[in-house]
């Protein structure tokens, strides 16, 4: 069992930046790849990005290329997401994820955490 919790979301203008934080406990964070994921109201829910156990590897969708950083300190249990240049369509619940295998798809996460609300005005 891993043990999630989102911190750092928050109301930020067009052109900010906000940094999610998600601390794990539980089983060895080294173990998983972590993911960020997110939900807008009336939206399924949609991979961001993830990086590998050893935080040497990283994947991002397109929307959030170039403007969207994840990293992970194993050290601290920890993984980020730092989030620059936001839109008002990044507006979202953001979740960090647990899996055993990269993965885009939501279904191989075993591990969830209960989300932080991100909100970009225009």
């Known amino acids: 069992q891993v043990q999630l919790v989102e911190s750092g979301g928050g109301l930020v203008q067009a052109g900010g930046s906000l940094r999610l934080s998600c601390a794990a406990s539980?089983?060895?964070?080294?173990?998983?790849?972590m993911g960020w994921f997110r939900q807008a109201p009336g939206k399924e829910r949609e991979f961001v990005a993830h990086?590998?156990?050893?935080?040497?590897?990283?994947y991002y969708a397109d929307s959030v290329k170039a403007r969207f950083t994840i990293s992970r300190n194993n050290a601290k249990n920890t993984v980020y997401l730092q989030m620059n240049s936001l839109k008002p369509e990044d507006t979202a619940v953001y979740y960090c994820?647990?899996?055993?295998?990269?993965?885009?798809?939501?279904?191989?996460?075993?591990?969830w955490g209960q989300g932080t609300q991100v909100t970009v005005s225009s």
């Open positions: 994820a647990a899996a055993n295998a990269a993965s885009r798809s939501y279904s191989s996460y075993s591990y």
């Open positions: 539980g089983r060895t964070f080294s173990y998983y790849v």
């Open positions: 990086i590998s156990k050893s935080g040497s590897g990283t």
